[in-house]
Structure formats: structure tokens, C-alpha cells
């Protein structure tokens, strides 16, 4: 009887996800490990917060994308560790051994050292995160209108997004929609409109990786519908009250954190080398040095392309390293002769800004305004997964688009208050 | 200057909503005054909780409705208390004069006295109820495909469900489905077709308020799709691991509360007269003794019928007794005499029992099956709220006809756990 080869991919993001797939021929069984039950589409996770979308409009269940392949297992369960020497994964329900393993665990954010402003200042990586921040925006609304004090009115009424890349422009553009349209009929006592937001980024201007014309084309679509930009402009300090610049401080009911991610802990159970953003250094086949069997894709690999530029932490990248290992794996599997490195194939940058408004960079070609809008709603929609979110999530954005009303306004308790508490809600 | 008369309405169910806009031409401020900021449309929960549907698919912003409406605010808080000496609410941010008061406040789940079993076997009142449930339900089976004891696995596969009225057989059938439908091919380890459902009623039979034909195909049709009902069967324990019946005991993973209800804690603020329910009793006005500008709707009222029947706790009775008083409202704010009396018009019974099967009791009519089913979804959708609503709940229904499959198979963190808290998780 021949040993059937054990994959095990910890980890169903984009890179994960499009690893399982490419096993799909190999004699092997593979098994995904997630702690969640679901694969987020994270590209659209701040329409989530900022209630254009509902949570299962941008999440599947990794076990129903899988359900076609045979040789595939999915697991809902936490990784605890891993043992490279017994070639074998630490769960909380034992120790399931592999003969290849894929770590696939994604980034988190990074405060820079100071993790306890994550409690004032969330940023957008899990649903729970967007709900959270959809939570937090919808009640600074409701909150503005109930209580007497108008300073308090104003801080209220000010969000604070850190970080001046693409979810932080879309983001501010998103906020900026919902204060001056979607809510600005619905309050009596107060003027959604009046809602100040301001978006700080540490470089000297938005979206470093575009082109200056297009950074140029944010900020100016961005000034016009009222969001303050602050570029080279430092966050000294996160606290429930509003931040502390290195100049200054801005008192706000929310702040929502865009400005750094970290390679997910999972990578330290390997003890390997890292960069400093926490990423394993890999060799050119996505390997960790000293075991060929263990590889690592997506946000926490360390690789650089052609150029000797550093891989971005986007989904293109993590899906193309993915889909590499994962026929690497199938041919080792097959007693099949591989030596092509990998290489990172750069598609482009997208980030939209608002209605109607968005850039796109896609090699020599470069769009902005309403043309870009509709490129990046097509491609946004092309890449989800399955016909029905497809669907609801195109209905959800032409609704918005005729109506200016945006159909998630829902506050939910927030995960650290029971269903009974109550009093901490307002 | 004429004293504009100030009517507060606490709670924005079906009834308060109905009240408000039952006042929308009187001369009067109309201050709605609601913990939550949506309006939930209770009668369809039990399809969030069973992953057809999305939260916000069910909920509207309670300001967006009444947004038209100029002589109303609405206000998100929590009231403490009522001075009825005074005149005036209590809440957090400080007390509010009314001229008129309206309490539809609903009700919650009754225990019977063991409030400590809502911690095992939650119920459906409020969106995170829901969410609570659909995280139960698909995390019973994501545990059963991980955990090695077989013993386990069984009690993670099975699901009682407490209370054979129209939730409880609406939650069988429901489950009934996920199980051997929509999941059914996406496991390798468990056969989720092997969940064991049981709906408990301590009473002789199903669906107790419809005529005894109706109740017997609820039955027949339950079974047919692999539930077992056990009527005549008194549950006298719940716990984290099952229930104990009055003659044995169930190991189950999950445990769902469908069996009663109790007033709304906050009609003890008026310190009146309640029956067993914690019903305010209440004049053939709704209004309260003693107070004739105090009035209270909906499932917070304890009130008959013609033939001196209770008024049952449904939401077109809410509705009902909600335009009522709005109208004697702007009646007595415009000086007209006002003698009629409320009169509830009992519309009928509706409840459905799985894919193309349902019974409907409309005065003489009594409908089964197909039609049932049809005529089900029909009502519902016209009792939606919002066109974007219908449009995407008709969607889902018929995507999930054609399909089998449920588009919000989500699982969000508990609301116990904070986003850190995964160990809790699986």
C-alpha cells in the first residue's frame, strides 16, 4: 500500500485557500486548519464597517468553497503550535501529523509596540473587527444626538482614521458618504454633516504605491467631500478619548487604525528567522531553510521580487504564492522534478474613495474618477466567491448607488458586553 | 403660544412603531425612545438564527422609518424609570417631561421561574439571540467533525428545542434542513444527516392555538423530515450539557428556549396591577388606572378579546393596539371625543414548517403544504419594512429554494468573548 502524502495548510485566507485548491489532483489529503469557519474577502471588509455590506455578503465557509474537492478536510480549530522535528501540528484536540505543511496564518495589525491602543483604536481584519467598527461609527451618531454637553457633541462627531494607504483612504471616503448622505436626513438634534474626519498618514502623501497623480487625485476627491487630510503628521498615542499627535491632539469618539500590519504570531511555533514586520524569511521555492517540507505564503512570508523589492501584503500576492506551493507540493507528490523559483507577478493597485470615485493603477494603465470606480466595482465583484454574494453584493452597491441609503445600519452588542449588558451600550 | 403636547413612546416594536405613526399629523412632539437602534422584524429570527438570512436583512434603522415623519425624534437610550406623579421618564442622560406616554416594551422569555437556564437554552427575541443561536447550531457540527469521542459527537449532534408553538416548529424544521440539506455533503468525518432533533411540548400537541388538523400535519410533515416530537413531555432542567425531562434525560449540544414569555421587566416602573404574565392590566382604552394619559401596547398589555379571551402576544395585536392609541392621542390632543374602545381583530395564524410546507388558519380558510408555504412567504414579505428588504429576502428564499444552501453560515464571536478570546471559540 502506498502512503498517501498528509498536507496540512494552516490558515484559509487567499493564500491558503488557493494552496488547497491547487492540490486538488495530487494524491494527497489535505487538510485545512482554521480557527474561523469562514474565508473573509478583507478587500471589502471596510464596506462591512461602514454598513454598506452585512458580514456574510464578503464570508464564506471555507468547508462549502471546499466541498467539491474530495481530497481536501476542513477543520474549525485552533493551531497551538507546531513540531518541525516530529513533523506535526499542536491542536486543542491533538496532534495531527503532516508530510508537507503550509503556514498561511495572514498579518495582524501593528501598533507599533504599543498593542494596548488596539482597545481605542480597532483596525480591519476579522468580521468581528468590522462589525465592531460599523458599531462604534453608528453610535457616535446616536450617542451626539442624546446627550446635552456640546463639546461632547463634537468629539463625538469626530472620527480619526491612522494610516493613509488604501483602506484608510477608503475608509475616510466611506465615513465621509455615510455622514453627508446616508445619515444626513435621519437626526433632529444634530447635523450628521457636521461630522469632522480627518486622515493621518506619517508619509509625505496617500497611497505611497500609486503614482503621485493619482495620491494627488485622492486628496482632492477627498477634500471635496469634507475629510481633512494631515500628511506627515505622527500618532504619538491611542486613548479612549482621541489621539495625541506629535504636535497636538484631536479629541474623537472614534478612531479606527489602517496604518501597519505584522506578520501573525503563528510564525514564531517555527523559531525561524523573521523580518521586522515578523515575516519568515523563505528561500526562492517559498520553503523555510533546513525543512523542505514546511513552506510559508501570503502576508507572513518575507520574499522579494524580481526587482529585490519586498512582496506586498495584498491578496494577489498571497493567492500567487498559494497556488505555487501548492503545485510544487503536487509535484514532489508525483516524483515530479521542480525548480522554477517563485516569481511575483505584480497586477496593480485599486482603491476607490467614494461614490463614483476611485484610482486604479494596472501596469502602464492608470484610471481615476468614474471610470476607475467602475473597474474596481467590476473586479471587486469578479473576485468574490460564489453566484449568490456576487449578486447581493452588486444589488447592495446599485441600491446604495440610486438611493444613497445604505442597508447594514445595524448596532449589535459589542463582543465584550453580554446580551444583558445594557448599560454599557450608549 | 399654544403648549405643543409631548408624547413619549418607549420601544419601537410593532406596536410603539404603529403609535408613532398613528400620531404623524397631531399636533404634538413625538419622542420615540428605544435601546436598540433597529426596529426587528421578530417573526423572521428564526431564520437568522438558522443562517438564511442576515441580521440586517430583518432589521431597519428605527430613524430611518420615522425619518419622514417631522414631529418625531427618535432616541437611542435606556429608560430607568417613570415618575407617572411627575410626568417624566428617567434615562441616562437625564429625565424627560410627557404629556402622553406610551409603553410597548414587549416581552422576553420565561423560564418559569429558572432564569439561570437562559444561559443554556437561549430564546428569540433579539437580534443577538439570533446570532447566539446560529453560532450554536454550526458550531455544534464544526465540533463534532473534530472532536475524536463518539459519545461527544452525538451530543454535539443533538438539538432540542424547547416549546411546540409556531418559533419551535418553525426553529425544528428549520434545523431539520441545515442538517440534512444545506450541509449534507460539506463534512468527511461526521454525517451531519445523522442530527438528532427533538421538539419538547409540555401540552397534548403542536401548534396548540390552530385547529387540531393543522397541528397534525405540522407533525406529520416534522417527522416526515426526521424530527422527533415529544409531546406531554416537561422539561424540569436545562444545563450546559442537555436537559432533564420530568422521565429521563437528553444530552444535547444545543438547547433552544421556545416555550413562554413574560412581560417586559419595564412595566414595573408604573407599580400597576399585572396578571401571572407580568402584564399590565389596563383599561378598554389601553389606558392605565389611575392615569389616563399612560398608556400600554402590545405584548406589555394584558387585555381581552369580544369573547374574553386574552389578547395573544402576535404582532399584528401589538399593531393593533399601537394605531389605537395613537389615534385616541391625536383625538385628545385635537379636543375630539374619543368613547370607542380597542377592539382586537384576530387576523389568523401563520407558521411555517420547513422547504414547501406550511399551515395557515385565515378565519374559515385553513391552508397546508404548497399553498400554505406560498401564501406564508407572501405575508411575510409584505409585512417587510422597505423595498431593499423584500428584494433581498425574496432573493435569499429563492436562491436557497434553488440551491439548498443558506447564505449566512457565519460564526461570529460569542458576545462573552472578546476578539482575543479565541480558546473559547471552537
Known amino acids: 500500500m502506498t502512503h498517501r502524502a498528509k498536507v496540512i495548510i494552516v490558515g484559509a485566507g487567499f493564500g491558503g485557500l488557493e494552496c488547497a485548491k491547487a492540490l486538488e489532483r495530487a ?11 469562514h474565508h473573509c474577502f478583507q478587500p471589502l471588509l471596510y464596506q462591512v464597517a461602514t454598513a454598506a455590506l452585512s458580514p456574510a455578503d464578503i464570508a464564506w465557509p471555507i468547508r462549502h468553497i471546499l466541498r467539491p474537492q474530495r481530497n481536501a478536510t476542513v477543520l474549525m480549530e485552533e493551531v497551538r503550535g507546531v513540531s518541525p522535528q516530529k513533523k506535526c501540528v499542536h491542536t486543542q484536540f491533538g496532534d495531527i501529523a503532516y ?3 503550509v503556514i498561511a496564518t495572514g498579518s495582524t495589525h501593528s501598533y507599533f509596540g504599543h498593542d494596548e491602543w488596539s482597545r481605542y483604536a480597532p483596525g480591519l481584519k476579522r468580521i468581528e473587527d468590522a462589525t465592531r467598527v460599523r458599531r462604534s461609527i453608528l453610535i457616535a451618531f446616536e450617542r451626539a444626538e442624546v446627550v446635552p454637553d456640546q463639546d461632547e457633541q463634537r468629539r463625538l462627531l469626530t472620527f480619526v482614521i491612522v494610516g493613509g494607504g488604501a483602506t484608510g ?34 508619509g509625505p502623501r496617500l497611497l505611497p504605491t500609486f503614482p503621485l497623480g493619482l495620491s494627488e487625485y485622492a486628496l482632492k476627491t477627498l477634500s471635496r467631500v469634507g475629510v481633512e487630510v494631515k500628511t506627515e503628521t505622527l500618532v504619538t498615542k491611542c486613548d479612549a478619548n482621541g489621539v495625541d499627535l506629535k504636535d497636538g491632539r484631536i479629541d474623537a469618539g ?107 493603477k494596472l501596469g502602464p494603465l492608470e484610471l481615476k474618477g468614474f471610470i476607475g470606480w467602475v473597474f474596481w466595482s467590476i473586479a471587486h465583484i469578479y473576485f468574490l466567491i460564489g453566484l449568490r454574494n456576487r449578486f447581493v453584493v452588486a444589488f447592495n452597491w446599485f441600491w446604495d448607488y440610486l438611493t444613497f441609503q445604505r ?20
Chains 1, 2 share one sequence.
Open 99 to 101: 508530510d508537507y505543511l
Open 407 to 426: 442597508g447594514a445600519r445595524l448596532i449589535t452588542d459589542p463582543p465584550d458586553v453580554g446580551g444583558s449588558g445594557r448599560d454599557a451600550k450608549v
Open 169 to 202: 483612504v477608503e475608509m475616510a471616503g466611506a465615513i465621509a458618504e455615510v455622514a453627508r448622505q446616508t445619515l444626513a436626513a435621519d437626526f433632529r438634534r444634530i447635523d450628521p454633516r457636521s461630522a469632522h474626519i480627518i486622515l493621518i498618514e506619517a
Open 27 to 37: 494524491e494527497a489529503d489535505v487538510t485545512v486548519i482554521d480557527r474561523e469557519n
Open 254 to 360: 472614534t478612531v479606527i487604525w489602517a496604518a501597519g500590519v505584522t506578520a501573525s504570531p503563528a510564525v514564531r511555533w517555527l523559531n525561524a528567522e523573521a523580518d521586522r514586520a515578523g515575516r519568515v524569511k523563505v528561500g526562492s521555492d517559498l520553503s523555510l531553510s533546513g525543512y523542505p517540507e514546511i513552506f510559508v505564503v501570503g502576508d507572513t512570508a518575507a520574499v522579494t521580487d524580481k526587482g529585490g523589492q519586498p512582496v506586498p501584503g495584498i491578496a494577489p500576492a498571497a493567492k500567487q504564492m498559494g497556488t505555487y506551493v501548492g503545485k510544487l507540493i503536487s509535484a514532489r507528490i508525483a516524483g515530479r522534478e521542480w525548480k522554477k523559483p517563485f516569481r511575483y507577478m505584480h497586477l496593480g493597485d485599486l482603491a476607490t474613495i467614494g461614490r463614483r470615485a476611485a484610482v486604479v
